[in-house]
Antibody, heavy 121, light 109 residues
Framework: QVQLVESGGGVVQPGRSLRLSCAAS????????MHWVRQAPGKGLEWMAG????????YYVDSVKGRFTISRDNSKNTLYLQMNSLRAEDTAVYYC??????????????WGQGTMVTVSS | QSALTQPRSVSGSPGQSVTISCTAT?????????VSWYHQHPGKAPKLMIY???KRPSGVPDRFSGSKSANTASLTISGLQAEDEADYYC?????????FGTGTKVTVL
């Protein structure tokens, strides 16, 4: 069964850090680009970050550059998102998604169920 | 301001056709052929419906079709069914970034 399962969400104070994980199963994880996409409560989808199949290239939306880091461990079939200096506006459901392309430049064909991150004092 | 503008809502009766537009506000995004469409039911993860402007993933009914003309991409749902009621988002890849549309709520009357 092909699936992506996110974990690591929760409630965190502003300025603190959190690391999200996305475990892949039933698919050839190391052959595809991967992404993080978030959705604030009652809002639309927002792409956050992407990474090539081998981890050699990473790219981010401007609003998280320097604060968030995407990475992957192909030996563990796992994608990560390290989030530092969190702000209230980072509150959202965070989804990991697989790209159709190895270079993360096409579309998101498999999605996880999402993990909620709440930034609040 | 989003790089991709969609109508807030569209509606139709069962069996009818509806079309959702997705207009790019920047030329870079408008030139992209990596345009995809997703639908999302409340509380669920998005699902890919169309990619590369007009291609359908395996398992997506042929009632769903996509096209693009100049700066505007479109998703057409033919033979509208109750389960098509959802939020729909377009998405475009350009300049090492992805841009999602503002989202359209499709209501089946």
């Amino acid at each position: 069964q092909v699936q992506l399962v996110e974990s690591g969400g929760g409630v965190v104070q502003p300025g603190r850090s959190l690391r999200l994980s996305c475990a892949a199963s039933g698919l050839t994880f190391s052959s595809y680009g991967m992404h993080w996409v978030r959705q604030a409560p009652g809002k639309g989808l927002e792409w956050m970050a992407g990474i090539w199949y081998d981890g050699s290239n990473k790219y981010y939306v401007d609003s998280v550059k320097g604060r968030f880091t995407i990475s992957r461990d192909n030996s563990k079939n796992t994608l990560y998102l390290q989030m530092n200096s969190l702000r209230a506006e980072d509150t959202a459901v965070y989804y990991c998604a697989r790209d159709l392309s190895a270079y993360g430049d096409d579309a998101f064909d498999i999605w996880g169920q999402g993990t909620m991150v709440t930034v609040s004092s | 301001q989003s790089a991709l503008t969609q109508p807030r809502s569209v509606s139709g009766s069962p069996g009818q056709s509806v079309t959702i537009s997705c207009t790019a506000t920047s030329s870079a995004v408008g030139r992209s052929n990596s345009v995809s469409w997703y639908h999302q039911h409340p509380g669920k993860a998005p699902k890919l419906m169309i990619y590369d402007v007009g291609k359908r993933p395996s398992g997506v009914p042929d009632r769903f079709s996509g096209s693009k003309s100049a700066n505007t991409a479109s998703l057409t749902i033919s033979g509208l069914q109750a389960e098509d009621e959802a939020d729909y988002y377009c998405c475009s890849y350009a300049g090492s970034s992805y841009f999602f549309g503002t989202g359209t709520k499709v209501t089946v009357l």
